[in-house]
């Protein structure tokens, strides 16, 4: 299938740091791009994997399990370690979940990592049903496009396919018992009118992970997928100068292309 226009992957060759952006459940590099757009102008090298079975049709995503998800994450990762001299991961809602989890693997591979809305529990007690359920029912109504910002949309299904939420499930578990792992500085963004993603699932991530440097910030304007609300300058703002405080080859970069300029 061809992949939907707007959902294309985004490769940016900028200096000696580099950023993986990871999109959603049912989204698509599009909720990541305006992110992408301005970590690649600050002088970033930049990458937005679109993830398999994503950016086509819901069927196909129907295909997938989290484990291939995870494998092209980790694939992109590794690729951005070879010519970097480092790497942060920034995730939204579902991505959250693969960017505690590449954390939690490669250690100091990963430089930091910035969460906006995470996805890594279920919110829905109905989710115990999914191992049977699944194979009943192929989809149920979607959950994309929940932002406050009048005119924003976000380019995902308006289908949920059962395989891959059962399968996104069972990536939870995995997450879950990874984060003490994850010792690396986060900086951890979520919006409390969030339809899609509760509270608590922040709340875990702060919980869980072993990490001693941690910002968290409110996105108080924004609903779900807030890299596309309102609040999407202060994310963009906020994980620009968390990679900067962390990796000062990122401010020489700027530095030099103004000089240059």
């Not at 995902?156 to 059962?162: E, K, N, S, V």
């Not at 709340?203 to 910030?217: F, K, W, Y």
């Not at 304007?221 to 994980?239: G, N, Q």
Request: hydrophobic share 45%; aromatic share 6%; with cysteine.
């Amino acid at each position: 299938m061809p992949v939907l226009p707007g959902a294309e992957p985004f490769r940016h060759k900028g200096g000696p740091v580099g950023v993986l952006l990871v999109h959603g459940f049912t989204g698509s590099p599009q909720s990541m791009r305006p992110w992408a757009d301005r970590l690649a102008a600050a002088g970033l090298t930049v990458s937005v994997p679109l993830l398999p079975g994503h950016g086509t049709r819901w069927q196909d995503l129907q295909l997938t399990r989290w484990e291939d998800w995870y494998a092209e994450v980790d694939r992109e990762l590794r690729e951005l370690a070879e010519t970097c001299e480092q790497v942060f991961v920034c995730a939204l809602s579902m991505g959250g979940s693969l960017a505690l989890r590449l954390a939690a693997q490669h250690g100091p591979a990963v430089s930091g990592v910035v969460l906006v809305n995470p996805s890594v529990r279920s919110d829905n007690p109905a989710s115990v049903l999914l191992p049977v359920l699944r194979h009943l029912v192929p989809s149920l109504p979607g959950v994309a496009n929940d932002i406050a910002l009048e005119g924003s949309n976000e380019l995902a299904y308006d289908r949920t396919p059962l395989h891959a939420a059962w399968s996104l499930a069972r990536l939870w578990k995995t997450v879950q018992a990874g984060m003490p792992d994850v010792r690396q500085p986060v900086l951890l963004l979520h919006s409390p009118q969030d339809h899609v993603v509760s509270p608590a699932n922040s709340e875990l991530v702060l919980a869980r992970i072993s990490s001693t440097d941690v910002t968290e910030l409110l996105c108080e304007r924004s609903y779900h997928v807030a890299t596309l609300d309102h609040d999407a300058e202060l994310i963009f703002e906020a994980s620009l100068e968390f990679i900067r405080r962390l990796a000062p080859a990122a401010s020489a970069d700027v530095n030099a292309e103004n000089h240059l300029g």
